[in-house]
């Protein structure tokens, strides 16, 4: 049997952990968590119940906090690791890795400084000792669905077509649907940037706009994920499948999504600092805001949802204000 560590203790990396060890190729399962109490408690309980309650851990899976003996040997690395942190462990990570080892990134985001996607870092990273053989993980996936075994349909994106398929047979099992395609530029555009948009909607909602507003929020901010990932290399045909419309679709309008959450409380008037302080998980569409922006704005894309939504969570505009600017914009052809 293949051994596969998921690296991600959160409900994120456990639904997944949980999953492969119920997947139609049988598979030794670690998972590593940075928090050793957090690791204690599930080989103890087995069970997350700080990031996941209610799911029981199968005995395929053997937590560990070493992030050494979680690397050694592993023949698949599933990197679930929030966006900021992701370099930091890989550069841990790196001496323990070898050049044969499978690489699948499910982070969905920016990195802050270099603007880079969660596969663009962890290639630079590993690329300096050798050829990463990599792809990237995503579409309308909630944690809790995924653990629970509910039908969920998702994309292995790479632009090497054998090593996508090969981790899409080893990896699909009861309720996983795996899809593959070689536009990982468009596929991790479409992971992060949803999360802005569903922070948007989540505001309108909060403000009482109505199902029309959700709408148009969804479409317009389909529009602007496809500009920036257009500019980023991707392609238009992703952006119309799982890793686009069906992400973002899913966390629009889902009750799980934290970034929407995120978006119901701002338009409550809850201050982002007190919002981010009472949530145990990452909401990672705020940090992606700040780089979104950033990156836009260096490739000359229009992105109007997402500056707005900069201008509320980190210049102090007002929800209400945010979404009157976005209606009193010239008129213009679709």
Not at 88 to 112: C, F
Request: overall charge neutral.
């Amino acid at each position: 049997m293949r051994t596969i560590t998921v690296i991600g203790g959160g409900s994120w990396g456990t639904a997944l952990a949980i999953t492969l060890a119920r997947s139609t190729t049988p598979h030794h399962v670690r998972l590593w968590a940075l928090e050793k109490e957090l690791v204690e408690q599930m080989v103890a309980t087995r069970e997350n119940h700080i990031f996941l309650p209610g799911f029981r851990l199968p005995r395929e899976v053997q937590p560990t906090h070493d992030l050494a003996q979680a690397a050694r040997g592993a023949d698949i690395l599933l990197s679930v690791v929030p966006t900021q942190f992701l370099r930091r462990v890989w550069e841990q990570i790196l001496p323990h890795l070898a050049p044969e080892t499978l690489i699948l990134s499910a982070a969905k985001g920016l990195e802050r400084d270099s603007l880079a996607r969660p596969s663009e870092v962890i290639a630079e990273v590993i690329g300096s000792r050798f050829e990463p053989r990599l792809a990237a993980l995503s579409g309308p996936s909630f944690a809790r669905e995924v653990a629970a075994g509910l039908p969920t349909a998702i994309v292995i994106a790479s632009a090497d077509a054998s090593l996508a398929r090969d981790l899409q047979a080893e990896l699909a099992g009861p309720g996983l649907r795996l899809y593959t395609n070689n536009d990982v530029a468009g596929t991790e555009i479409g992971g992060a940037v949803k999360n802005i948009i569903a922070i948007a909607a989540g505001v309108a909602d909060g403000l009482g706009l109505g199902t029309n507003a959700r709408a148009a929020l969804i479409t317009r901010g389909l529009a602007e994920i496809s500009r920036l990932a257009l500019a980023c290399g991707g392609q238009r045909e992703t952006l119309a499948g799982l890793a686009g419309l069906g992400d973002l679709v899913l966390t629009c309008t889902g009750g799980l999504s934290r970034n929407r959450t995120v978006g119901l409380e701002l338009a409550k008037g809850r201050t982002l600092d007190h919002i981010i302080q009472s949530m145990r998980m990452v909401a990672e569409g705020v940090e992606t805001t700040r780089v979104t922006r950033a990156l836009a704005r260096k490739l000359g894309v229009e992105m109007p949802i997402v500056e707005q939504m900069h201008k509320i969570l980190f210049e102090g505009q007002e929800p209400r204000a945010g979404v009157r600017a976005l209606l009193e914009r010239a008129l213009r052809d679709e």
